[in-house]
């Protein structure tokens, strides 16, 4: 595909095929992502790719723990709450995936079966947890660093025919990635991406997401047109 092509076709993937992929090609995959440009070349990330039962244990725990209460443990800051324009866009991304769904705003107990398979990482085959070293922790530049080679990582999946979504639900249970992932305590857990072949009848897996204009994003300066 050209590139534009994969930028602009990727979206989200939520429904995935019971059907494995192989090592060799996320090796790949993430072989070309680590292409991804980093603060001085720190190179800051790690990756534990897991599948079959380690992953399913991971979703076990994250669903059990996040349904009893036990509070969300994830290891960066949430910030506020989205407000404005912001919460505008969380809605609206929300409504455009529950309507192909068809699942209606008072359905609660729908609702909450979408919440639990973001728990479950969208029964993706294989989950890729991003941590960076815990030596760089405090700074901001480690998560932007692995932001940019978790884009590179989507695109280049897309490129091969797989699909992904990042999924920060799946990692809200830290303890629990870290114990069956077996990520040492040197590591930060920025993220996982739960990824596999896309299932072309999972409806969700048709919503493209809406953007901003470059005029809404953009103020450019000192050009003479
Ligand atoms: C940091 C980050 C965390 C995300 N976490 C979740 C998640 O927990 N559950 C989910 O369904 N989607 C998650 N997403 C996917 C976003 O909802 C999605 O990228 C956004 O709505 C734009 O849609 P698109 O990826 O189809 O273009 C996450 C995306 C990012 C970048």
């Given at each position: 595909m050209e590139f534009d092509d994969v930028v602009r076709g990727r979206r989200s993937i939520r429904g995935f095929q019971k059907k494995p992929v192989p090592k060799a090609l996320i090796r790949e995959i993430l072989e070309l992502a680590m292409r991804a440009p980093t603060s001085l070349n720190s190179q800051p990330w790690n990756f534990y790719v897991v599948t079959g039962e380690v992953l399913d244990r991971i979703r076990k725990g994250n669903v059990e723990r996040n349904v009893a209460g036990v509070p969300d443990s994830r290891e960066f800051r949430m910030g506020p709450a989205y407000q404005g324009v912001h919460r505008d866009r969380q809605v609206e991304i929300a409504k455009q995936l529950f309507a192909a769904m068809g699942i209606?705003?008072?359905?609660k107990e729908a609702r909450m079966d979408w919440v639990l398979r973001g728990f479950r990482q969208?029964?993706?085959p294989v989950s890729i947890v991003v941590t960076y070293d815990k030596?760089?922790?405090?700074?901001?530049?480690p998560p932007f660093d692995c932001g940019g080679v978790v884009n590179c990582l989507v695109n280049a999946a897309w490129n091969r025919g797989l699909g992904c979504v990042i999924n920060s639900q799946g990692i809200m249970q830290s303890p629990v990635v870290r114990a069956e992932a077996g990520i040492p305590d040197d590591q930060v857990i920025q993220t996982c991406v739960a990824m596999g072949w896309?299932?072309?009848?999972?409806?969700?897996?048709?919503v493209v997401s809406l953007r901003k204009s470059v005029d809404e994003a953009a103020t450019f300066l000192g050009f003479d047109d």
């Open positions: 209606a705003r008072e359905d969208f029964d993706a030596a760089l922790h405090g700074g901001d530049i896309p299932d072309e009848s999972f409806p969700a897996n048709a």
